[in-house]
């Protein structure tokens, strides 16, 4: 199973945000009131963070997302910094990359369980 690399540091302090995915689908028949169903048997969890990372930590998130995860295809293991239960997960888009000052970046990643 893959891992999380373990050479990224933690959320930085005050980042971490948990939600769930959208739980209810919804449907419009041609006659009467739209209809709404669960998608799934129980809520998913959505995790987003920043990290601040130097040069070398920003291409270790962008190369394990473009080639360890094929660009967010693939599924691995997330560890909750907090609560050190072990998720499953993926990254439905490209961590987001701000350039802070120096060899200082701000990277941005959301994570979805499945």
Known sequence: MIEWPSSLPGPAVGT???GSLETKVSDQGEVGAPRRRNRFTRALARFQ????????QKDTVLAFY??????GVEAFEWTHPSTSKTY??????RPAVQHVTADVWSVS???DEI
């Not at 499953?88 to 888009?93: C, Q």
């Open 16 to 18: 971490l945000a948990e």
């Open 49 to 56: 963070f920043e990290m601040v990372l130097t040069g070398a």
């Open 66 to 71: 473009d080639d360890t995860l094929a660009r």
């Open 88 to 93: 499953l997960v993926v990254i439905p888009a």
């Open 109 to 111: 990643v959301e994570l």
